[in-house]
Each structure stands twice: as C-alpha cells, then as structure tokens.
C-alpha cells in the first residue's frame, strides 16, 4: 500500500516567518502536486513536480521533489496570513497515473 | 477560467435512500474522477473515468456506487442505498490528459447521512 506522510499536522506561526513542510514516502511517484485546501472547499492546485531533483517557485512559496521522487517539500518565505490553509501533497503513482495518492495535510495558521 | 463545478453543495439523506451527485467537469478534459473526504481523514480516490468507462475503482466503490456521463457534459455518481458511513465531502475532479496527471477539483457537495 502506498503511502504519503506529511509533516507536521499542524503549524502556527508569525506573520514574516519561513516555514517548510514535508511529504514523504517509501514509494516512487511518477509526479506529485500540492493543493491548498480551505474548509469546506475543494483542493486547489499550486503545482505539480515530475522530474527528480526539480525545484519549482510560485511567487514566496518554493516546491521540491526529492531526487528518488519520493519526497518533496515545500517552503514558504515570509509567511503571510493569507497563506493560512491546509496544503495537502497527492502522488501519482509510476504503475498508475491516474489515481492521486494523498497525505493527510498540514495545517498552517499565519498570525498576524 | 474554466472550473469543474458540482451540485448539491450539501445534500441530506435518510439512510437506505438514493442519491445522485452532480459534476460538470472542465470542457475540454477526458479524464474524470470521483473522490471522497470524511472529516478530518484523507482524501480517498474513489473511481476514475474515461472513454465512457471505468478506467480503476477503488475498494471503496463497491456495488453500491455507479458512475454515468449522461451527456457531453454532465458527470454523476450514484449511491443507491445510503449508510450512516457514506457521510463525507464528494469532489469531482478532472484532468486533460496523462502522464502529469494535473488534476481540478471542484467545490464539493457534502453529503450527510441521517
């Protein structure tokens, strides 16, 4: 069974502040994307990464996908309180694209 | 831009009852699927959908659940006889093509079970 772990649950912390979450697992995947969720909403895409090793920037935030493309991470600079929200990672796996794998998130509250 | 868009936002339900959920994917995309959310736990595939037929399912989707393209634009999942456990967030999502596999999701319809 595949699995994806995220890390930490749960994140607070002062607006101006650089944070980096994680998401791992034992399993290859073909790409992995990062959703931002807000309550009660569907996951929002931010990017995908396919290549191993890959660094991709959305404006503050930075993503990376490990260079055995199992883990990837992604790191915010200067936290705003706007990027408040659950950021969620989801594989696809290298034997079947088509189904996303997904960890549980991580929670993130910006204090301003 | 175009969105991947879902009715009901909520739907109450007695249990054993019929449900139908509706999704409108993005125009141009050939893959759909279907995937749930019970609070506070992962979100799980449910079915993928493709060519007019069912491309993978998951455990999940048992013989209660069903899936249609009625038309060229309408995607629906039905579950025919409701348990308590089937209460969740449903998304729809589709996707233009493989390999990147880049998803949309739309808002969700919430379904409660009574």
């Known amino acids: 069974t595949q699995l994806l772990e995220q890390s930490p649950q749960f994140l607070s912390i002062q607006e101006g502040e650089n944070l980096t979450v994680y998401c791992n697992s034992s399993?290859?995947?073909?790409?992995l994307q990062w959703y931002r969720q807000e309550p009660g909403e569907g996951p929002v895409l931010l990017v995908t990464?396919?290549?191993g090793g890959e660094v991709k920037k959305l404006k503050r935030l930075t993503f990376q996908f490990g260079d055995a493309r199992k883990d990837s991470s992604l790191h915010i600079t200067a936290a705003q309180p706007g990027d408040t929200g659950l950021y969620l990672c989801?594989?696809?796996?290298?034997?079947?694209?088509?189904?996303?794998?997904w960890g549980l998130g991580t929670s993130l509250a910006v204090n301003p | 831009e175009p969105e991947v868009t879902q009715t009901p936002s909520h739907q109450v339900t007695q249990m054993g009852q019929e449900v139908i959920l509706r999704c409108v994917p993005i125009?141009?995309?050939?893959?759909f699927y279907w995937y749930r959310q019970i609070l506070g736990q992962k979100v799980e595939f449910l079915v993928s959908?493709?060519?007019?037929?069912?491309?993978?399912k998951s455990e999940i989707f048992d013989d209660q659940f069903s899936v249609e393209r009625p038309d060229g634009s309408n995607f629906t999942l039905k579950i025919r006889s409701t348990k308590l456990e089937d209460s969740a967030m449903y998304f729809c999502?589709?996707?233009?093509?493989?390999?990147?596999?880049?998803?949309?999701f739309g808002p969700g319809t919430r379904l409660t079970v009574l």
């Open positions: 999502a589709s996707s233009s093509r493989v390999p990147y596999n880049e998803q949309f």
């Open positions: 125009s141009n995309h050939l893959y």
């Open positions: 959908f493709y060519n007019n037929e069912i491309s993978e």
């Open positions: 399993s290859v995947f073909s790409s």
């Open positions: 990464v396919v290549t």
């Open positions: 989801a594989g696809a796996s290298a034997g079947n694209n088509r189904k996303l794998i």
